[in-house]
């Protein structure tokens, strides 16, 4: 279906899942499985039934800790696919979605699933998915639609959704929201080092250890998200790769077919 995958999973031997970010938005659904879940500045250790929700702007990665099978589900869904039921509606479904904080209530307690019934809402959606016919397509979308509805109704009473701090270490989260709001500009340790008064080795160590990424992993990925923003506003190409602080173009292009699979003048098209 144009704009929704569904998809169940099992791995008898995990192996880790590196950064990576989606042109779309996910709900990953934990079943089975040794592992850390890490979101921009945040770790989540997961429990049966949990669910993960990603937007298109947040790195994420999975690491496992043993052999432990692994097993989940996810439905990976862009906006237009139910934009058909939405017209003159004031509701927004997609409005916790669109407005959390990055790295920040991204998971939803498997009790929370349970009783809302949301996971039986996603059984009937793996049911229906097996077969392909334009009734099945319009009961998955009806669906789905009752599963974001109940998904809000529990962002809208939980505010305080429980997340597990980056290592329990603030400075993190500051560092992180430093980098996102200053990607136009040269970011380097040493700018870093001095602005947060700690060792560029140890803000390495540290920064790795909580967020599960490099600096400068976390800074490049973080910029050709924002160019891919502005490539679909139709900006020239070379002032994109500046605008996000590139400083020159090969390695911009290098990084950007490397992270989204095609060069930059052919995603712009």
């Known amino acids: 279906m144009n704009g929704f995958v569904y998809d169940h999973f099992y ?7 590196t950064t990576h970010i989606h042109d779309c938005y ?4 934990y079943i089975s499985g040794d592992l850390t879940y890490y979101i921009e500045g945040q770790a989540y250790q997961l429990k049966p039934h949990d669910i993960i929700i990603t937007n ?14 692994y097993e989940r589900r996810f439905i990976h869904f862009k906006p237009e696919f139910a934009s058909s039921f939405l ?7 997609f409005y916790y979605l669109e407005h959390r904080k990055l790295g920040f209530f991204n998971r939803i307690d498997g009790k929370e699933v349970l009783a809302g019934n949301i996971s039986e809402l996603w059984d009937r959606i793996e049911e229906l998915s097996r077969e392909d016919t334009p009734e099945n397509h319009f009961m998955i ?22 997340t597990v701090p980056a ?3 603030e400075k993190i989260v500051d560092i992180l929201e430093y980098i996102n709001h200053h990607l136009d500009e040269k970011i380097s340790l040493d700018l870093l080092e ?21 600096i400068n992993e976390y800074i ?25 602080g590139f400083s020159d173009y090969s390695n911009f292009y290098k990084a950007f077919k490397r992270i989204v699979g095609c060069s930059p003048k052919d995603y712009a098209k």
């Open 11 to 17: 791995n008898p031997s995990p192996k880790d899942i």
């Open 26 to 29: 996910e709900l990953y659904y």
């Open 56 to 69: 298109r702007r947040e790195l994420h990665r999975i690491v496992f800790h043993s052999k432990e099978p």
């Open 87 to 93: 017209q003159g509606e004031t509701f927004n479904p």
């Open 141 to 162: 979308k009806l669906l789905f639609l009752q599963m974001l509805i109940e998904i809000n109704k529990i962002y809208s009473r939980n505010k305080d959704i429980v």
């Open 167 to 169: 290592g329990n270490n």
């Open 194 to 214: 001095d602005k947060f008064y700690m060792s560029k080795f140890y803000l390495s160590h540290i920064f790795k250890k909580s967020t599960g990424f490099t």
């Open 220 to 244: 490049t990925y973080k910029r050709i998200i924002k160019a891919q923003e502005l490539l679909k506003k139709k900006v020239p190409v070379l002032e994109v790769a500046y605008a996000v």
